[in-house]
């Protein structure tokens, strides 16, 4: 069962977009330098491909003469995890104003890539290239994807300073603020950097909203620390003070009217008997809102092809049903592994590429084919859907027990593993893997597409148009992939679906089993006092 969803069309009804809403942050190390007094001024701007065309979404704010910026700007996409987002990222010295225009701005480098693949690596660093492929020197792009649709809070808050230090000699400080979420590992993430207030001690900065997912995980209690600068024109920028808080801490602060802290500078702490600070940093507002415009494929929804429909099955439970009620006829207890993939479960909410549909991962089969449609079923108010469409976890799962069974050096048990899945595969390099790994087992892979996304990749898999091979090159040992687009045998009758699913599977079996010059166990030859004897 994969946890994608497709926006599907019922006649003379638009559907609302069955999308996830991800935030992308982005950082660059060791840029191109191409101003010959200061260091270049970047700026990162965003591009979507539709019907073969790049088009311009967004762009970063420009910061000042750095060659390793980390930008405060955060694009938030929707995130269809059935489609191909195919994205590009462009980098610029900028020497405008940070518009959408880039005719004036020098190009230092670029990466393509889908929305897809940085989902499912959440954090993806990549060289930039510039025009006709070439590396622009050691330069590297690093995207960090949020998913915020399962949480929809928003938070707006509002900072202001009190005598803050003087660190210019001719004029008064530059301030600025930036606020970090401090994650498990203990590294420290850019939430926000406030604007440049000039020659001013006790500066008022413009109100931001952040989403809580990007704040603090929505944990309230995570670590969030807050840093003030003056502002240098060549990038540096000297360091005022700081302060660790949380966003229950400022809740509580802001309700009693005392949300102030000292802004510490810890050298000074140090070295000065009498410091008490150098300046005091207030929260001036806080606000929190819920933002219901984003639709999370929720399966009560009619525009997911997990609806439960009590009248008529989805199409999900038509294609089990009618695979799944011949497969059982040739398993001797019935019984069978029913996993999921692409969903985040309980009691955590973290996404999981291979869990048990019953969610007992000490036993996940269930009872007959009955017995996986009720589990289904009642797993799908409990996940929330989401993606990638990551099937090599899955393959390599039930890989594992099909190599036990070949070391028994028995022809007893063959594994066919249905994958029943609604979204293009994004971990195609892993699943190829997987697959040539897997033709020498005793396993067949059958995959069926439902809905209506463009599976010509998936054709790939399927070794009837040539020999399967891995990323590194090695050929599949034998074919072992059925691929089937539901859609179109969806008005068939099941024994016809079932035909045409299962085609190949008894001529795997026999390959297989001639290979390893395995005879079934009914036809071995059996020692007796009358001599040997063979059954038919």
């Not at 622009?136 to 649709?149: F, L, M, N, P, Q």
């Not at 290979?515 to 071995?524: D, F, Q, T, V, W």
Request: glycine share 6%; hydrophobic share 35%.
């Amino acid at each position: 069962m994969s946890g994608d969803s497709e926006r599907a069309v019922a006649p003379g009804v638009v559907p609302a977009p069955c999308a996830s809403k991800v935030e992308l942050r982005l950082s660059c190390r060791h840029l191109l330098d191409r101003d010959p007094l200061t260091k270049s001024d970047p700026s990162v701007v965003l591009l979507q491909q539709a019907q073969g065309q790049w088009l311009q979404v967004d762009r970063t704010e420009v910061v000042k003469s750095s060659l390793h910026p980390v930008f405060s700007k955060v694009f938030t996409i929707d995130y269809y995890f059935e489609e191909v987002q195919k994205l590009r990222f462009e980098v610029y010295d900028t020497h405008g104003p940070s518009g959408l225009s880039c005719q004036d701005d020098d190009f230092l480098g670029g990466m393509e890539c889908t929305l897809g693949q940085i989902v499912a690596q959440k954090k993806m660093t990549r060289p930039l290239l510039l025009r006709f492929g070439r590396n622009a020197g050691k330069s590297t792009i690093t995207v960090i994807a949020e998913d915020i649709s399962g949480n929809n809070g928003y938070v707006e808050l509002s900072f202001q300073a009190r005598k803050l230090d003087d660190k210019d000699l001719f004029s008064k400080s530059d301030p600025f603020l930036e606020l970090y979420r401090v994650n498990d590992d203990g590294s420290e993430q850019l939430v926000y950097r406030t604007e440049v207030v000039k020659n001013n001690l006790n500066p008022v900065w413009d109100p931001f909203k952040v989403s809580l997912n990007s704040l603090c995980s929505c944990e309230e209690t995570r670590p969030l620390k807050c840093l003030v600068w003056d502002y240098d024109s060549r990038g540096k920028h000297d360091f005022i003070g700081d302060f660790t808080t949380t966003f229950a801490e400022m809740q509580k602060a802001f309700e009693e009217e005392q949300a102030q802290w000292d802004c510490v500078n810890a050298k000074y702490k140090q070295k000065k008997r009498n410091y008490k600070n150098s300046g005091v940093v207030v929260l001036a507002d806080l606000k929190v809102a819920i933002d219901f415009t984003a639709s999370n494929g929720d399966p009560r929804n009619s525009c997911s092809l997990h609806h439960i429909n009590p009248y008529q099955p989805n199409e999900y439970l038509r294609a089990l049903v009618a695979v799944g009620e011949v497969c059982q006829d040739y398993d001797s207890d019935k019984r069978f592994s029913a996993l999921g993939f692409g969903a985040r479960i309980p009691p955590k909410y973290e996404v999981s590429h291979d869990f048990a549909i019953n969610f007992n991962p000490e036993d996940d089969e269930c009872e007959g084919i009955q017995g996986v449609v009720e589990a289904y079923q009642n797993c799908l108010p409990k996940v929330q859907l989401y993606g990638p469409t990551n099937v090599a976890p899955i393959i390599s799962k039930v890989a594992r027990m099909a190599a036990a069974e070949e070391r028994t050096g028995e022809a007893s048990q063959y594994y066919i593993l249905l994958i029943l899945t609604d979204g293009v595969v994004t971990d195609m390099s892993d699943t190829r893997e997987a697959i040539v790994r897997a033709s020498h087992l005793p396993m067949s892979v059958i995959i069926v597409g439902v809905g209506n996304a463009d599976f010509t990749d998936m054709q790939i898999l399927d070794g009837d148009d040539g020999v399967l091979r891995s990323p590194r090159g090695e050929p599949a040992l034998r074919d072992i992939v059925q691929f089937v687009p539901f859609r179109e045998l969806k008005n068939a009758s099941p024994a016809a679906l079932a035909k045409c699913v299962l085609a190949e599977v008894p001529k795997q079996v026999v390959e297989y089993y001639s290979h390893k010059e395995l005879p079934p166990r009914s036809l071995g030859v059996q020692t007796g006092g009358a001599g040997p004897s063979s059954a038919p």
